[in-house]
């Protein structure tokens, strides 16, 4: 079978909070036609960014274009979990045309592009194009050099700290298997920050990647898909610093689920999670809860001391109005310090 006749996926990548979600969402709503489905992959021990996405009222959009796989990593699972979501699509009566795979923001890239080649899909599917989301922001204030949590953590676990920041790895990972670099959140940047960003971005590729600034992960689809890069094919150009199975596993990080009671306003809730998120070694928060006297559910995220919040759906007739946070941090994280500022407001 040519590639002509496989379905080509994008696959999304990026750090944690970068905009990978919202850029998913920007796609289904100007799909102009084109039959999309999502492989959403969340690392934790709930996922919501499939739950964000399938509560988006995008014309177009049913539940079954929304494959939800919220066990950590995809390539470590690929029999069990993979490969059988992508045949549940592949087989549909009308399947899709274009499968966009959404990884988790500690996800390392390529072990899932070389996953690609499994026997069960090579013949069916095709990488169109990795597309790696920056948040400029974050990465401006120096949120991936010399994390003093993330050497604490690595001190914790091994007296030698003459490595790199798992961090680092991770973020430096996900831009050398790119074929396109989207450097989001710009208007949020000072001109010299983009600059600075930039050429941060430029020391770490190998090879002439292109680099494109954007503001709520708002381009045109025609840029992102339809790249043909059959990057299963091209491993050998897209090095990492994890090649080995047994290097791509999560144990640098942990996460936990914590219940919260309903809030009396959005901004009561915020202040927890600021406050949660100042505990060593937190690295997100996200989740949603109910608001007194509110019909919709509050979503709020959390990456470093910037908290996000919005009303994303109502509440679902029969639907448990309970609250649900998912803190991401690095193994070892404070998780007491983390639920009595949750629980604490």
Same mark, same amino acid.
């Given at each position: 079978?040519?590639?002509?006749?496989?379905?080509?996926?994008?696959?999304?990548?990026?750090?944690?909070?970068?905009?990978?979600?919202?850029?998913?969402?920007?796609?289904?709503?100007?799909?102009?036609?084109?039959?999309?489905?999502?492989?959403?992959?969340?690392?934790?021990?709930?996922?919501?960014?499939?739950?964000?996405?399938?509560?988006?009222?995008?014309?177009?959009?049913?539940?079954?274009?929304?494959?939800?796989?919220?066990?950590?990593?995809?390539?470590?699972?690929?029999?069990?979990?993979?490969?059988?979501?992508?045949?549940?699509?592949?087989?549909?009566?009308?399947?899709?045309?274009?499968?966009?795979?959404?990884?988790?923001?500690?996800?390392?890239?390529?072990?899932?592009?070389?996953?690609?080649?499994?026997?069960?899909?090579?013949?069916?599917?095709?990488?169109?194009?990795?597309?790696?989301?920056?948040?400029?922001?974050?990465?401006?204030?120096?949120?991936?050099?010399?994390?003093?949590?993330?050497?604490?953590?690595?001190?914790?676990?091994?007296?030698?700290?003459?490595?790199?920041?798992?961090?680092?790895?991770?973020?430096?990972?996900?831009?050398?298997?790119?074929?396109?670099?989207?450097?989001?959140?710009?208007?949020?940047?000072?001109?010299?920050?983009?600059?600075?960003?930039?050429?941060?971005?430029?020391?770490?590729?190998?090879?002439?990647?292109?680099?494109?600034?954007? @503001?709520?992960?708002?381009?045109?689809?025609?840029?992102?898909?339809?790249?043909? @890069?059959?990057?299963?094919?091209?491993?050998?150009?897209?090095?990492?610093?994890?090649?080995?199975?047994?290097?791509?596993?999560?144990?640098?990080?942990?996460?936990?689920?914590?219940?919260? @009671?309903?809030?009396?306003?959005?901004?009561?809730?915020?202040?927890?999670?600021?406050?949660?998120?100042?505990?060593?070694?937190?690295?997100?928060?996200?989740?949603?809860?109910?608001?007194?006297?509110?019909?919709?559910?509050?979503?709020?995220?959390?990456?470093?001391?910037?908290?996000?919040?919005?009303?994303?759906?109502?509440?679902?007739?029969?639907?448990?109005?309970?609250?649900?946070?998912?803190?991401?941090?690095?193994?070892?994280?404070?998780?007491?310090?983390?639920?009595?500022?949750?629980?604490?407001?």
């Amino acid at each position: 079978m040519s590639d002509i006749t496989k379905i080509p996926c994008t696959i999304i990548t990026g750090f944690l909070g970068a905009g990978k979600t919202t850029l998913v969402r920007h796609l289904l709503e100007n799909a102009g036609g084109r039959r999309l489905a999502v492989l959403v992959n969340e690392f934790g021990d709930l996922g919501f960014d499939g739950s964000f996405i399938e509560g988006c009222g995008i014309e177009g959009c049913t539940q079954e274009d929304i494959v939800e796989l919220p066990n950590g990593c995809l390539c470590c699972t690929v029999a069990d979990d993979f490969v059988p979501a992508l045949n549940a699509l592949l087989n549909r009566p009308n399947p899709p045309e274009h499968i966009l795979i959404e990884t988790s923001g500690l996800a390392l890239p390529k072990p899932l592009v070389r996953a690609f080649n499994w026997p069960d899909i090579r013949s069916r599917v095709t990488v169109d194009g990795v597309i790696a989301v920056v948040d400029g922001p974050a990465v401006a204030s120096g949120a991936f050099a010399e994390d003093p949590n993330a050497l604490e953590a690595q001190r914790a676990a091994d007296t030698s700290v003459d490595h790199e920041n798992p961090l680092e790895e991770v973020f430096e990972d996900q831009l050398l298997c790119a074929d396109l670099i989207l450097l989001n959140k710009t208007d949020q940047m000072a001109a010299d920050d983009k600059t600075t960003v930039l050429a941060e971005i430029n020391e770490h590729l190998p090879r002439a990647v292109k680099v494109i600034e954007t @503001a709520h992960s708002k381009v045109d689809p025609a840029v992102l898909l339809g790249l043909s @890069a059959a990057a299963e094919a091209d491993l050998d150009a897209r090095p990492s610093h994890h090649e080995t199975a047994e290097d791509h596993d999560h144990d640098d990080f942990e996460s936990i689920a914590i219940s919260v @009671a309903p809030v009396a306003t959005p901004e009561a809730l915020v202040a927890r999670v600021e406050r949660a998120a100042q505990a060593a070694g937190v690295l997100r928060i996200k989740g949603f809860a109910p608001v007194d006297g509110k019909p919709m559910r509050l979503v709020v995220q959390g990456v470093g001391q910037r908290v996000a919040y919005h009303f994303d759906r109502p509440w679902k007739a029969g639907e448990a109005q309970d609250g649900r946070m998912v803190v991401i941090g690095l193994k070892g994280f404070d998780v007491k310090a983390v639920e009595a500022a949750l629980h604490n407001g």
